[in-house]
């Protein structure tokens, strides 16, 4: 896609950046920028220790105070855990000036979009999720190229005014736009990120119960695959789930169901159509994503 | 490993090796051995298509007749669909010589190792099982490397002869020999490799029953790894299924059990005990299995 040049990047733009929770994501998104070409300041809000990071990294420049961000920066990203985000969007809405874009990078929608509509007064708000990650956290594994080619949920809402420059450094960026309303996302994400962290923990947690020396020694590369996921942190999953519960309900057992027809079929011989369904689907999911071109 | 010189390695050794099946698995043992120095011949009994394939790769110099290979090799490598095995097993075990080795690299071991010990007369047999592979198929993907730092579980019973000559073999090709009873190994593959692959076709097939357009866009790298084994192919796994049915049947209920446990903990706000269970064993698991010495 276009980048354009540095020069018509600035002009009438964004001059200065705010991150808020400088960790894997906040860092990746800053040196993101950086690599596209953004010119302008580059602020963290995290705790001394991420800030330190993230410096070092080249992500931020030097931390700075809620407050002070509130006062001066035109976008400020919220990539805390959603509890965080939650809380900073109480003491920061009030206080945000008319100018300022607030984003955040939460991995469900709802709980965090309707805290923005009751706390952000003057500036502007737009909800987002990046579907990328992985299994590390904090700055010292940030990548620039993290967002390429990876969808990025956006859900805007009737109050947000113009966030056109936003998006242009999203496309910059190589991210794939898809709006989505946040109970829509809440749901998908819950089929497609949630179910499968799910899946993965209790895949390790039905093994590692299994009290049989050759359980961790008599395996092939699918259980690596298979229990990647369960390497997550706990700490962001519990928010990500405490906020999303309904739809993550809804997914779980929609699995089990599937689960317990897939062992009748196994017992009936007739699992066959299961895995062609199965195959056919994970091959498609595999052509689809990467290749659209992103949207605005 | 210390690799002997091809000299010492052919001094009263194997000259002939026969590949029943010249798939991935059968291709890959071939390049593995001639990586490893073996200089005798490598002969293939496939379908036409495998044979020319296999050629083509490197892994053998042609294809002959199962009678052919049951009058003169002095092993005989059966990498076939396990059913397959057992076919072959039953026309191969009564005419086999004396001085050869019958060896299979099936995915359970219950179901081959009784039709050897019915069939194989004056030959000797020993069962095995490479915990390699990948979710491709066919010769053309063969790998020389495959079988490296991964487990390979012989399953040896009372009448296995003297089967030093293949074990060294293994050794030298890298692979960690694991000794295990057939139902043992099938009781632990059932949770370490046929579970996983089901929970993944189980997510893959939940997914697309799912009428949602936003289901195949809206994802993360996570999901990716948790359809990976959805890729595989049915037919084989029909047959894996089909001879470890009570093994498979325990690993899913377990299975179940630990899912509804994990929704309960879920609506109760207490996931964080099993999150945690869950990556310690993942991270060990990552740990453990490729960093050990080889064992005979």
Redesign the interface.
């Known amino acids: 896609m276009p980048v354009r040049s540095a020069g018509q990047v600035e002009a009438g733009g964004m001059k200065r950046i705010a991150i808020a929770g400088v960790g894997l994501i906040g860092a990746s998104f800053a040196l993101a920028l950086r690599q596209a070409g953004f010119r302008g300041e580059l602020v963290g809000i995290s705790s001394p220790r991420s800030i330190e990071t993230g410096i070092k990294v080249g992500a931020i420049s030097r931390g700075v105070a809620l407050e002070e961000a509130a006062a001066t920066a035109d976008l400020i990203y919220l990539s805390q855990p959603i509890e965080a985000i939650v809380r900073t969007l109480s003491v920061l809405g009030p206080i945000a000036r008319k100018d300022c874009l607030i984003t955040d990078a939460g991995s469900t929608k709802t709980t965090i979009v309707e805290t923005a509509n009751r706390y952000v007064r003057m500036a502007q708000f737009l909800g987002g999720h990046p579907?990328?990650?992985?299994e590390s956290r904090g700055a010292e594994t940030a990548d620039p190229d993290l967002f390429a080619g990876?969808?990025y949920?956006l859900t805007p809402t009737a109050s947000a005014g113009d966030t056109g420059e936003f998006r242009q450094w999203l496309e910059r960026i190589g991210a794939r736009v898809?709006e989505?309303k946040p109970r829509?996302?809440d749901?998908?994400?819950a089929?497609?990120?949630h179910?499968?962290?799910?899946?993965?923990?209790?895949?390790?947690?039905?093994?590692?119960?299994?009290e049989?020396g050759?359980?961790?020694?008599?395996?092939?590369?699918?259980?690596?695959?298979?229990?990647?996921?369960?390497?997550?942190?706990?700490?962001v999953?519990?928010s990500v789930?405490?906020t999303n519960?309904p739809a993550?309900?809804e997914?779980?057992?929609?699995?089990?169901a599937?689960?317990?027809e897939?062992?009748n079929k196994?017992?009936d011989?007739n699992?066959?159509q299961?895995?062609?369904?199965?195959?056919?689907?994970?091959?498609?999911?595999?052509k689809?994503?990467f290749t659209g071109s992103t949207s605005g």
Chains 1, 2 share one sequence.
Do not use: C
């Not at 179910?195 to 093994?207: I, K, M």
């Not at 997914?251 to 089990?256: G, K």
């Not at 369904?277 to 595999?286: D, Y």
């Open positions: 579907m990328a990650g992985k990876r969808p949920v898809i989505m829509e996302h749901e998908t994400v089929f497609t990120s179910l499968p962290q799910l899946l993965s923990t209790a895949l390790a947690a039905t093994l590692a119960n299994k049989d050759h359980i961790s020694e008599v395996f092939g590369p699918g259980l690596i695959d298979m229990t990647r996921l369960a390497l997550s942190a706990p700490e999953w519990m789930l405490r519960r993550v309900n997914a779980l057992s929609a699995y089990a599937m689960l317990a897939l062992q196994l017992n011989d699992l066959e299961v895995f062609s369904v199965a195959s056919t689907f994970s091959r498609q999911l595999r689809k994503p």
